[in-house]
């Protein structure tokens, strides 16, 4: 880096350079703001770096190489250049049909990867007749309300051979045990089996709401989930730690930062205290991250979670794999930033949070439909999407050289910037009891309901500009083309469960769920009896009820 000389002689030249030739044009032609900021509640971007604002950067302690500690560069020494990220499009159709049909046509446009949508009523555990579920069947994702839909899903689809997402939280374990079931009676060995469940329900307490148990028995099921898969299921991913909803809620970059690394550190602490070894379980962790529009921040964010991910794990549990250390995390472009008017230049925002989520070194990426502001995305919408990313990987040049941006004095300085803000950030939930303590008494919630509010009060006073939305307007019909789950597509949902009742053998689900509720009530780990009550074709109401008479439900 640069000597003490050279700084001060960098600072002079700054300086005069500020008082001769940017503040007299400032003087006359202003400038667009009078202030800068990376986003709302953000970081300061001023107008000009240089090497003075890096001065304290090490490099080997604070960069190093791909691949190797602290992994700020990438988790992988090849990254792209050895194999690009997974092209994993997330997708649920209303029936397993439908979503059968959508995961074929992705995979034969170039996908990579199956990440799977679940309906509001499988979200909360509910089965498609239940009450609790009228009007809701297949809307937001795919219906599966047993292991016959989750068979009718994966129809043609080998399991050794891709790897597949499941955003599912609180009956997370009864979906995973629902595509071990297929897997088994298919033929695939629990060793071969790969992709993701999310699985993280702190982050349902702060930010998505879609939660059934207390925090104690849900913290008690990840960490059989954890023990389980550890043994049987050595390749999946056990939990995906979300930074992506917490974001979509409102918060900051830094916050994102935070909040999920504190939650990562709550479900650490969790399984250790359960008596799980820390290298047993940790490479199987994983985490989820929001791609927004402010391209270089991404970058920044992505490059700092790897970095302190690498300090926590190995200062905080004294972790010994390397695996352990590095944070793998899939990207979904910014649900949150696409808008109803203009729906095109949807594509061109998602193409920009896309760039940022590569150029940050994800491990796999979800690019938004232009139309999902509307509804479930056609399947013009879900091509395109996908074709951002085909175009990005083989055109672009950005995935052919790892982490192209450092070194940059900006993103450099950004990406220290965003960790020290994430760290006191964290050194307060600490301070609070843990992020368990902090999400219960509400507060990571304030935090960042506050930053959401300022953002909504600046869009409507025009401080911040929405292209399409308050700035650059036009009229428009409405869009037409939206894909919608019909009154007939539901009504035959709700009866293929009823159906399912009426054929399978009743006596053998009852002495499942009541093996799993005697297991619930004591200390054995619950995975094994959730799997023999999925393959008993239990349903997912059934099992999740069978925990619901044991752990009651969580009432916020």
């Not at 930010?207 to 059934?212: K, L, P, S, V």
């Not at 849900?218 to 550890?230: A, G, H, L, P």
């Not at 970095?307 to 200062?315: I, N, Q, T």
């Not at 990571?444 to 500009?465: L, S, Y």
Request: with cysteine; aromatic share 8%.
């Amino acid at each position: 880096m640069f000597d003490a000389d050279d700084l001060d002689e960098i600072r002079a030249g700054y300086d005069q350079w500020e008082a001769e030739t940017y503040g007299p044009t400032v003087d006359r032609f202003g400038e667009r703001n009078e202030a800068f900021t990376t986003d709302t509640g953000g970081q300061t971007v001023d107008p000009l770096y240089t090497p003075d604002d890096v001065s304290d950067l090490e490099y080997e302690e604070d960069l190093g190489y791909p691949g190797e500690q602290p992994y700020t560069r990438g988790v992988y020494s090849t990254m792209y250049r050895g194999r690009l990220w997974t092209m994993r499009q997330y997708a649920g159709m209303g029936t397993a049909a439908e979503t059968n049909d959508r995961f074929n046509y992705l995979m034969d446009e170039g996908q990579t990867g199956l990440s799977m949508a679940f309906d509001l009523p499988t979200q909360m555990g509910y089965d498609s007749d239940s009450a609790m579920a009228e009007g809701e069947v297949g809307k937001s994702g795919v219906a599966i309300d047993s292991l016959d839909d989750m068979e009718t899903v994966f129809e043609g689809i080998p399991l050794d051979e891709v790897s597949t997402s499941m955003t599912i939280n609180a009956p997370a374990s009864v979906l995973l045990a629902m595509y071990i079931a297929v897997g088994d009676k298919t033929g695939v060995d629990r060793e071969e089996l790969r992709g993701t469940i999310q699985n993280d329900i702190l982050k349902e307490y702060i930010a998505r709401n879609t939660y059934i148990f207390p925090p104690e028995p849900s913290m008690r099921i990840i960490t059989d989930i954890f023990e389980f898969c550890t043994e049987e299921v050595p390749n999946f991913n056990t939990i995906s730690i979300s930074g992506y909803h917490i974001r979509e809620a409102g918060a900051t970059a830094a916050q994102e930062l935070a909040f999920t690394l504190g939650d990562g550190l709550e479900y650490v602490e969790a399984a250790v205290e359960a008596g799980l070894d820390v290298d047993d379980f940790a490479p199987q962790l994983s985490f989820f991250f929001n791609a927004h529009n402010n391209v270089l921040e991404e970058v920044a964010k992505f490059r700092a979670a790897r970095r302190m991910w690498y300090k926590l794990m190995d200062e905080h549990f004294d972790a010994e794999k390397p695996a352990s250390k590095q944070l793998k995390f899939h990207t979904q472009t910014a649900g949150s930033t696409l808008t109803a008017q203009q729906v095109e230049n949807n594509v061109v925002r998602v193409a920009y949070q896309a760039l940022a989520a590569v150029l940050g070194g994800t491990q796999s990426l979800h690019t938004n439909g232009k139309d999902e502001a509307l509804s479930l995305p056609t399947e013009e919408s879900v091509r395109t999407a996908l074709r951002t990313q085909q175009i990005l990987a083989h055109e672009s040049g950005a995935a052919d050289t790892i982490d192209p941006l450092a070194g940059s004095y900006y993103v450099e300085s950004l990406t220290d910037e965003l960790e020290a803000e994430a760290f006191d950030l964290l050194e307060e939930v600490d301070e609070r009891g843990g992020m368990r303590q902090a999400v219960e008494n509400r507060w990571v919630q304030k935090q960042i309901q506050d930053v959401a509010f300022d953002r909504q009060r600046e869009i409507e006073t025009g401080e911040r500009i929405i292209v399409g939305v308050n700035e650059f307007e036009v009229d428009e019909e409405p869009k037409e083309d939206i894909e919608e789950v019909s009154e007939e597509e539901q009504r035959q949902q709700r009866e293929r469960v009823q159906e399912l009742r009426e054929s399978r053998d009743n006596e053998a689900v009852e002495d499942a769920l009541a093996a799993l509720r005697d297991a619930a009530e004591g200390s054995d780990n619950v995975m094994p009896y959730i799997v023999d009550a999925v393959k008993a074709y239990a349903t997912t109401g059934e099992i999740c009820n069978a925990m619901r008479d044991v752990f009651g439900e969580y009432q916020g």
